[in-house]
T-cell receptor, first 108, second 111 residues
Framework: GIQVEQSPPDLILQEGANSTLRCNFS?????LQWFHQNPWGQLINLFY???GTKQNGRLSATTVATERYSLLYISSSQTTDSGVYFC??????????FGTGTSLTVIP | KAGVTQTPRYLIKTRGQQVTLSCSPI?????VSWYQQTPGQGLQFLFE???????NKGNFPGRFSGRQFSNSRSEMNVSTLELGDSALYLC??????????FGSGTRLTVV
């Protein structure tokens, strides 16, 4: 299967700070998503981004498929951004491989 | 448009029992996938169903099984529960354009 490496594993930010989360894949993927897991365990889809750049409010993501990595940018972080961020990728079929996540804590 | 609905939200079972979890996908989504999340192993793929057929299966023992009905609703079953089966079980439905949408999960505790 595909190995997915996420960095950093943990991140503590002051409210208002910016951050970049990274995801590296051991093999090429043609499906890639970023998720935020809320305190109740639900995985919220942030971006479906097999390639290119997308933005949604304070969040944006860039995937460079040829180099097998993706970045998630969080600007002007808020305490509600706290939680665990996962990236996941798939190359054939619909079996996604997940990274181990980045645990983000935003302090006021 | 309703999201992915998983029932029940919480479940406590005794070792050796069996359990059935349910997942109703987003209307129009024909693919349903199941994942197990534990602190030690992270998110691991169980299986995927598409149009009532198992299309893909992860590396789990035969105690873990699933099925999908003609209305795309899916169930997964775990027989002869072990303590290590305690986990958050997540179901996702997908379309080709938007990737996975997950349900809220079922938190299973085996005692």
């Amino acid at each position: 299967g595909i190995q997915v490496e996420q960095s950093p594993p943990d991140l503590i930010l002051q409210e208002g700070a910016n951050s970049t989360l990274r995801c590296n894949f051991s093999d090429s993927v043609n499906n890639l998503q970023w998720f935020h897991q809320n305190p109740w365990g639900q995985l919220i889809n942030l971006f479906y981004i097999p390639s290119g750049t997308k933005q949604n409010g304070r969040l944006s993501a860039t995937t460079v498929a040829t180099e097998r990595y993706s970045l998630l940018y969080i600007s002007s972080s808020q305490t509600t951004d706290s939680g665990v961020y996962f990236c996941a990728g798939a190359n054939t079929g619909n079996q996604f491989y997940f990274g181990t996540g980045t645990s983000l804590t935003v302090i006021p | 448009k309703a999201g992915v609905t998983q029932t029940p939200r919480y479940l406590i079972k005794t070792r050796g029992q069996q359990v059935t979890l349910s997942c109703s996908p987003i209307s129009g989504h024909r693919s349903v996938s199941w994942y197990q999340q534990t602190p030690g192993q992270g998110l691991q793929f169980l299986f995927e169903y598409f149009s009532e057929t198992q299309r893909n299966k992860g590396n789990f023992p035969g105690r873990f099984s699933g099925r999908q009905f003609s209305n795309s609703r899916s169930e997964m079953n775990v027989s002869t529960l072990e303590l290590g089966d305690s986990a958050l079980y997540l179901c996702a439905s997908s379309s080709t354009s938007y990737g996975y949408t997950f349900g809220s999960g079922t938190r299973l505790t085996v005692v």
